[in-house]
């Protein structure tokens, strides 16, 4: 009987976790919609069946991954912007699911390199980390930064996208700047040459891509993709090459 019970508990332990990973997603609140027009270009662009497309993929993402704030009262922009970051990398793909995620949480500002966040410390410079050892499966975004990078004026730097493309780039198990997920076998090699070109250009300082991306292949993956999503038809003509390398590892169409 001790037998049969203990199993019963484990089965409905893995239930509870798997019904919680995997719960039905909720509807789509009609005031998102206007918010996402203000406030992600990338939606802006998208046509009304890709809108609802889109809609769909940010409430599955939180149906998903449990978002929270860190001394602050989460709003609803917080959300969508969480969401949105996530969606827009991945949404020519025909389904994905952040299975090396779990929480995202949102401090007021910057943080340090201990995950702390103290509002008169002032060693506080990191925007956003994708967590590991006793973090693992969590990402944390500074709110701060997470608004700016989907501010209207449309610069190349996107907190939010950047550290989801970490995680996408770490879904074979290594973040390296290679994604298996995006990157097929054939275009590894062209791939790796058209980085090591670009990030030779950003550490002579002769490149408009941010000097972040030279400091490794994995960020730059990130950074670039940042740019290619914030400013496409500026990289379509100041890197031609890694633009249409980008545009085949997202699947896109042509990006406005």
Known sequence: MVGILFIFIVLFGIYAVVSTRRKKPSQFPKPWHNILLQHVIFYKGLKPNEQQRFQNRMMLFLSEVYVEAVGFQLEDLDKILVAASAVIPVFYFPEWHYNN?????????HFNEDFGYKQTEKKRQIAG???S?????QMILSRKALYEGFDSKRDNFNTGIHEFIHLIDNSDGITDGVPEALIQHPYVIPWLKTI???MEAINNNTSDIRNYGGTNEAEFLAVASEYFFEQPERMKVK???LYEMLKMCFHTKEIS
Request: glycine share 8%.
């Open 101 to 109: 995620l779990s929480t995202v949480l949102i401090y007021p500002d």
């Open 129 to 131: 980390v994708v967590g």
């Open 133 to 137: 050892g006793r973090l693992k499966n």
């Open 196 to 198: 090591h070109k670009e």
């Open 239 to 241: 890197h031609p090459d």
